[in-house]
Nanobody, 122 residues
Framework: EVQLVESGGGSVRAGGSLRLSCTPSGFTFDNTDWGWYRQAPGNECELVSRLGTDGNTYYADSVKGRFTISRDNAKNTVYLQMNSLKPEDTAVYYC????????????????WGQGTQVTVSS
């Protein structure tokens, strides 16, 4: 069974930092795009960041300059470093991988992992 295991969420004050981690289970790590989505209650599923096999990155405008996506092949892990967190970053964050329609916003309906909650208080 293909699964993604997210971790690293938590509760922080505005201005704080968190690093989310994602480890795949059931498939190989190489030669695929990786990304992070988030969804807050009442909000649409938002693509936060994406890391292509060619190393190119995408960031939503709302997180540019604050979030960084990276991968560690040796540890078979993808990270999302989140700095200068804001209350509007509060959401469940989901890791994603593969040949997705990345900007369709449908991933959160059936994610491959349980997600990790990020709560930022003012």
């Amino acid at each position: 069974e293909v699964q993604l295991v997210e971790s690293g969420g938590g509760s922080v004050r505005a201005g704080g930092s968190l690093r989310l981690s994602c480890t795949p289970s059931g498939f190989t790590f190489d030669n695929t795009d990786w990304g992070w989505y988030r969804q807050a209650p009442g909000n649409e599923c938002e693509l936060v960041s994406r890391l292509g096999t060619d190393g190119n990155t995408y960031y939503a405008d709302s997180v540019k300059g604050r979030f960084t996506i990276s991968r560690d092949n040796a540890k078979n892990t993808v990270y999302l470093q989140m700095n200068s967190l804001k209350p509007e970053d509060t959401a469940v964050y989901y890791c994603a991988a593969g040949s997705l329609d990345w900007h369709s916003g449908s991933y959160c309906l059936d994610p491959w992992g349980q997600g990790t909650q990020v709560t930022v208080s003012s």
